[in-house]
């Protein structure tokens, strides 16, 4: 059963998509709804006068009251003006499906910039409203457009023959959709892709997934993100000095630069580094390099009160490298400072996919016995590796902690509950996440240490 939301705000490192104002009519004409290049594949004629915008606006404005109403501009942040739009154009609640369309000015294609708008819209549909299936449609003469479905996880179902009308004539429309399963992005959509070696790997890994909405998306996802600064920020002191090792996109390096602490960042694959770089601003400078985990060699011993090792370990299979990239961090580190490692869990995994892939347990990739997951794309370390492996790298174990708990297995439950409920789930998930018992059943888990004397 869908929960209508109505059409809510819905922001992005780039954009903010937003309800439809009469302010926005020169824009619109002037950006995207009068130029026949945008509208040439489209199935509602080119805007010839400014006018045309303003019936459109007022009668978008005259139904959002609906809650069943989903049609949002897409405002640069860079500009503040909106240059596009998108919108659910037709809803099936007896299946709980949606089809979205979308347009954009031509000159701001080509920059990834509705990948993230639809993007931003697929993750509400899913996790807000709970539809369970989203597709679209294009003209095949205008591949873009389904390119930019693919990018969002959407798959071709396939094309119909002379099935609509566009500004062209009689078309055909090819058909993408995605199921709600699809979109948690299982283990194997590295499928058809073999590495040379663990560098190559990560860099083919963030090329294909979204890592800067990862820890966001969601209620459930942001639980890790929670409760890891939640234990960072018990260890730091004003201007303490940070270190993020693998730092992704830098949702840890950017908040805590916010917060006034010295953040140097580094980070191997290029995809991370060119979001990063847009994420970042004035007002907290940050020292971002690109580079290898296990080569820290541009920063001085005893340098850092905190030092974050979030996903290099995510990504090494040799044990020699995992030695190596613990003691870069450890040699970095000042003796009275923290240091700050995260596993995927090996165990919990197989219940997780289980849930996503009704035939996981059967014919799922982790060994039939021993029950270990198959290293690939990422690394999964039992309790017992994750111990052996920081104490024999002269690390002192002070917190072994179910950083997500149950939040991928309970996500559905989760990400439905309201405001007040889920304040109260993050205090219970900070009330068992140290337990023996329940360390075991989260998909990551962080360990925070410092050096043994």
């Known amino acids: 059963m869908l929960t209508h939301k109505g059409t809510k705000t819905i922001e992005t490192a780039r954009l903010i998509l937003r309800q439809a104002q009469m302010s926005d009519a020169k824009p619109m004409f002037d950006n995207w709804a009068s130029d026949p290049e945008v509208t040439k594949f489209l199935t509602w004629p080119t805007y010839q006068t400014p006018d045309t915008a303003n019936i459109i606006l007022a009668q978008w404005i005259g139904e959002y009251e609906k809650e069943d109403f989903y049609q949002w501009m897409i405002e640069l942040k860079q500009i503040h003006q909106p240059i596009g739009s998108i919108s659910v154009v037709s809803l099936n609640n007896r299946v709980g499906s949606a089809e979205i369309g979308y347009c954009i000015g031509r000159s701001w294609w080509h920059k990834g910039i509705m990948t993230e708008a639809l993007q ?50 009689i078309c055909d429309t090819a058909q993408y959709a995605i199921l709600r399963a699809d979109w948690q992005k299982p283990k194997h959509f590295m499928d058809g892709y073999t590495a040379e070696n663990d560098t190559d790997l990560v860099q083919e890994i963030y090329r294909r997934s979204d890592e800067n909405n990862r820890l966001t998306k969601s209620k459930a996802v942001q639980v890790e993100f929670q409760t890891t600064v939640t234990y960072i920020e018990r260890y730091l002191t004003p201007g303490a000095s940070i270190l993020d090792i693998g730092a992704g996109t830098g949702i840890y390096s950017l908040y805590f630069a916010r917060k006034g602490y010295r953040v140097s960042a580094l980070e191997l694959a290029d995809s991370n580094i060119e979001v990063f770089r847009r994420n970042m601003d004035k007002v907290c400078p940050i020292d971002l390099a690109q580079g290898n985990a296990m080569d820290l060699s541009r920063y001085e011993d005893n340098s850092f009160d905190a030092v974050l090792l979030f996903g290099p370990l995510y990504h090494l299979h040799d044990d020699a490298h995992k030695k190596q990239c ?36 059967l014919s799922g990739d ?78 990551h888990l962080l360990y925070v240490g410092e050096k043994a004397v």
């Open 120 to 169: 931003a819209v697929i993750q509400f549909l899913f996790c807000q409203v709970g539809v369970n299936r989203i597709e679209a449609r294009h003209d095949p003469n205008n591949p873009h457009s389904g390119g930019v479905m693919k990018k969002c996880g959407m798959k071709y179902e396939g094309t119909s023959r002379a099935a609509d009308r566009n500004n062209q004539g």
């Open 326 to 361: 613990i003691a870069e961090a450890k040699r970095v580190c000042k003796p009275e400072g923290k240091l700050f490692f995260s596993f995927i869990s090996n165990d919990p995994v197989i219940l997780t996919m289980q849930q996503m892939h009704p035939d996981y347990l």
């Open 366 to 443: 982790y060994h039939k016995e021993s029950f270990q997951c198959e290293d690939f794309p990422f690394v999964f370390h039992t309790l017992d590796r994750c111990r052996s492996l920081l104490k024999a790298g002269g690390i002192r174990i002070l917190h072994e902690v179910a950083s997500d708990g149950l939040s991928e297995l309970l996500q559905d439950m989760i990400n439905q509950m309201d405001g007040e409920t889920y304040r109260q789930y993050l205090k219970y998930h900070a009330y068992i996440c140290e337990k023996p018992e329940c360390v075991g059943l989260s998909n």
